[in-house]
């Protein structure tokens, strides 16, 4: 395989990559924006029937402060990603050979803007899962209530989303050494 053609695959590979990084953005800025307008100080949207359940507004606060964060964080890694996808193009317009696409950008500017991009997601991700422990807490009672709802709820998400995430970030740290 010769370089070009080496130049042609790695740069279709992390347009892909890109593309998938703004793509999964998107779905979580719009599941946190639509978090956002739901009202957490609404009482008739609660399931909880025992009083000593009852959330604190600290909840309620950190819930609106997660997604804050959420929102933020999603924004700001599909920026970079988006950027970092122009910088490709912008490139790849520059040399065209016959049919051929090769773009020469800087490994090391590629590489650290997929970082600080995939960065963002996993912040993202992490302030989502604690917005989403405080919004299970509000609707369906606190953990240290130790209502069995409540468990069922939270425990699957701390066990599933860190496992992702570990699996997103062995990925990105794979990608980024070779």
Same mark, same amino acid.
């Given at each position: ?12 590979? !992390? ?121 299970? !807490? ?10 069995? !709802? ?29």
């Amino acid at each position: 395989m010769d370089d070009r053609s080496h130049l042609k695959i790695g740069t279709c590979v !992390q347009i892909t990559a890109v593309d998938g990084i703004v793509n999964v953005n998107s779905l979580f800025t719009l599941a946190v924006f639509i978090g956002l307008a739901w009202n957490p100080f609404d009482s008739s949207n609660s399931l909880i029937t025992d009083p000593r359940c009852n959330p604190t507004a600290r909840m309620t606060e950190d819930l609106v402060t997660f997604h804050v964060f959420s929102f933020s964080s999603f924004l700001f890694s599909s920026l970079i990603a988006l950027g970092t996808k122009q910088a490709i193009r912008i490139a790849m317009s520059r040399e065209v050979h016959k049919i051929v696409l090769l773009a020469h950008v800087n490994k090391t500017f590629l590489r650290l803007s997929m970082l600080v991009s995939a960065v963002g997601s996993l912040c993202g991700c992490g302030f989502l899962m604690l917005a989403l422990v405080n919004m299970i !807490q509000i609707k369906l009672g606190t953990l240290s209530c130790g209502s069995p !709802q409540t468990i069922f709820a939270v425990v699957p998400l701390v066990i599933f989303v860190p496992l992702g995430l570990l699996i997103y970030v062995t990925s990105v740290v794979y990608a980024f050494v070779s």
